[in-house]
């Protein structure tokens, strides 16, 4: 990103704060309107989580992808060039990272009770009228949230598909949110931390 276009940002820790708070209404929105309906809090996902086959391997598929991607990144020669890309965004020090921390609980817990808590349950009820439902309700959360991160490239949301994909199905057979909800908080959060470290690292060998 260009430094005439930084310019026009305002401070990232206000991105963050502004971005988090925003995640933190249409959460409350999703809750308000899930209780004026007279739904259950569990039925949402508020329960301890059932684990089976299903919910292990899917966790397991989620680390292996990830971890591999942040290994392969962490070598590529392209990395500092792609975290400068994302700098409006992307913590590049101590003080980013922060802040950085409030947007990644606040996305790690609002967006999946929107996608997967909210949109999943919903997408759901055509059962009645659709075949295979319970996959498109897996399926459309993922594509929808993977397309909102549009602004990371092409390659970033064919990855974040996967993972929500994964996410998805995680949600689905464990009916419970707190599994996805500490894998997407961890993923935010060591992701802003690699890229940080890798910031720093680069800059040092470049003094």
Not at 146 to 151: K, T
Request: proline share 2%.
């Amino acid at each position: 990103m260009s430094e005439e276009i930084g310019d026009l940002l305002p401070p990232k820790k206000h991105i963050y704060y502004t971005n988090g708070l925003t995640l933190v209404i249409g959460a409350l929105i999703v809750l308000t309107s899930w209780n004026i309906s007279d739904r259950t809090w569990i039925s949402l996902g508020w329960k301890w989580p059932d684990i089976n086959i299903f919910v292990i391997v899917s966790i397991t598929a989620v680390m292996i992808f990830y971890l591999g991607d942040v290994l392969y990144g962490m070598i590529s020669k392209n990395k500092i060039q792609q975290i400068e890309a994302m700098s409006f965004v992307v913590p590049l020090n101590k003080n980013d990272y922060k802040h950085y921390i409030f947007l990644a609980f606040a996305a790690g817990i609002c967006e999946e009770i929107v996608f997967r808590g909210f949109l999943v349950n919903y997408l759901f009820q055509l059962e009645n009228y659709i075949y295979y439902a319970q996959y498109i309700a897996i399926t459309i959360p993922a594509v929808v949230f993977a397309v909102s991160h549009l602004y990371q490239g092409l390659w970033a949301v064919f990855k974040i598909f996967i993972v929500a994909l994964l996410f998805g199905v995680i949600f689905w057979y464990s009916k419970s949110l707190l599994i996805v909800v500490i894998l997407h908080v961890m993923v935010d959060l060591i992701s802003g931390l690699v890229a940080w470290l890798s910031y720093q690292k680069e800059s040092e060998n470049n003094s």
